[in-house]
T-cell receptor, first 115, second 112 residues
């Protein structure tokens, strides 16, 4: 069955420290991969996406993600976290299935940034 | 601002009632998706429309239905509401299928 796993429910980092949020997926073919961020009471904002090509993709707010086919992973990274990055982060996968190309989301990782 | 609008922002209603949620996609986007976000189920795909036609179905209950109108806005109808239907309902749109989906701010539904 197709699935998206975000192993870390909560992550706490200090402001200025580096960040890596993990995402693993289980699909038969190379899917379309996304990271979205949700601030409290807000909608989902697209951070970055991977469709094909260069496996290291750059996004907004200084985020990047690397697609590793051999590990079925699409981890999100940021070299230096800011207090405003505190939010819920969702990895999502789109692949042709009987749900069309609808997104299949992970459960999310809640990021807390400490001073 | 993604360019996707949803109304209303909040909706409070009683069990057994029926409500309609509205979504206007970004200008030029033909595809509209509906998702439900709840604490226990997370973000789940409900249904997709493309240029007025139903394209894909996810975990949508029979009590729920949707449509996309000629001007491309979409409505999600929820009937015989139950307490468990309380959730945040998101609409997303994209130019084509597949493509990047841009999300609206959501409608928070509370069923009392």
């Amino acid at each position: 069955a197709q699935s998206v796993t975000q192993p870390d429910i909560h992550i706490t980092v200090s402001e200025g420290a580096s960040l890596e949020l993990r995402c693993n997926y289980s699909y038969g073919a190379t899917p379309y991969l996304f990271w979205y961020v949700q601030s409290p009471g807000q909608g989902l904002q697209l951070l970055l996406k991977y469709f094909s090509g260069d496996t290291l993709v750059q996004g907004i707010k200084g985020f990047e993600a690397e697609f590793k086919r051999s590990q079925s992973s699409f981890n999100l990274r940021k070299p230096s976290v800011h207090w405003s990055d505190a939010a819920e982060y969702f990895c999502a996968v789109g692949a042709n299935s009987n749900s069309g190309y609808a997104l299949n989301f992970g459960k999310g990782t809640s990021l807390l940034v400490t001073p | 601002d993604s360019g996707v609008t949803q109304t209303p922002k909040h909706l409070i209603t009683a069990t057994g009632q029926r409500v309609t949620l509205r979504c206007s996609p970004r200008s030029g986007d033909l595809s509209v998706y509906w998702y439900q976000q709840s604490l226990d189920q997370g973000l789940q795909f409900l249904i997709q429309y493309y240029n007025g036609e139903e394209r894909a179905k996810g975990n949508i209950l029979e009590r729920f239905s949707a449509q996309q109108f000629p001007d491309l806005h979409s409505e999600l109808n929820l009937s015989s509401l139950e307490l468990g239907d309380s959730a945040l309902y998101f609409c997303a749109s994209s130019v084509q299928n597949p493509d990047t989906q841009y999300f609206g701010p959501g409608t928070r539904l509370t069923v009392l």
